[in-house]
């Protein structure tokens, strides 16, 4: 069965600064692989997800995420963060018959 | 207009008692699901429907009734609330029926206390 776990509880980041959220995964084959972004009292909202192909995905909202097999890491990257970006976040292993496994989440939290 | 819709938000109840949870989503969506998130943000798949269909059912106790009386309505009942159902429940849909690859879109989450 996959596994996958974020190192980071909790980040903060000044506004216009760089982010980068870690994932790490556990899976014999190729995964899926997923982000989500959960703001307070809202639904997970899909960033972007990667099944094949270029292992660099572009998402949503100025989001990308590098699949990088070697490492079994999928981490989230945005070069310039806004104080909306403030949320929680969420990554997910899935496979085809296997259930999508997510990870905790990691809190992002934005300063001016 | 709220795609996936959930009520209550927030739910408080004894133990024992028997509640119900709704879902709405109006995207036409063929499949609909509901997931349990625990203290620890663990979030994991309980039931899937598509097409009023169960598709997935993971290891949940069968306390937990989903029902579906059409595919824009997919509702969660518990008997017998028990502490350690006290979690947070997210309903969502997708377009198709793979769960594994169609996006997902979530509802707000009712968070369920049990005392």
């Known amino acids: 069965a996959q596994s996958v776990t974020q190192p980071d509880i909790h980040i903060t980041v000044s506004e216009g600064a760089s982010l980068e959220l870690r994932c790490n995964y556990s899976?014999?084959?190729?995964?899926?692989l997923f982000w989500y972004v959960q703001s307070p009292g809202q639904g997970l909202q899909l960033l972007l997800k990667?099944?094949?192909?270029?292992?660099l995905v572009q998402g949503i909202k100025g989001f990308e995420a590098e699949f990088k097999r070697s490492q079994s890491s999928f981490n989230l990257r945005k070069p310039s963060v806004h104080w909306s970006d403030a949320a929680e976040y969420f990554c997910?292993?899935?496979?085809?018959?296997?259930?999508?496994?997510f990870g905790t989440g990691t809190k992002l939290q934005v300063i001016p | 207009d709220t795609a996936v819709s959930q009520t209550p938000k927030y739910l408080v109840t004894q133990m024992g008692n028997d509640k119900s949870i709704k879902c709405e989503q109006n995207?036409?969506?063929?499949?609909m699901y509901w997931y349990k998130q625990d203290s620890k943000k663990f979030l994991k798949i309980m039931f899937s429907?598509?097409?009023?269909?169960?598709?997935i059912n993971e290891t949940v106790p069968n306390r937990f009734s989903p029902k579906s009386p059409d595919k824009a309505h997919l509702n969660l009942h518990i008997n017998s609330l028990e502490l350690g159902d006290s979690a947070v429940y997210f309903c969502?849909?997708?377009?198709?029926?793979?769960?594994?690859?169609?996006?997902?879109?979530f509802g707000p989450g009712t968070r369920l206390t049990v005392l």
């Open positions: 969502a849909s997708s377009q198709g029926g793979d769960y594994h690859t169609d996006t997902q879109y």
């Open positions: 899976y014999g084959a190729t995964p899926y």
């Open positions: 990667y099944f094949s192909g270029d292992t």
């Open positions: 997910a292993v899935g496979a085809r018959y296997q259930k999508v496994t």
């Open positions: 995207l036409g969506h063929d499949t």
């Open positions: 429907y598509n097409n009023k269909e169960l598709i």
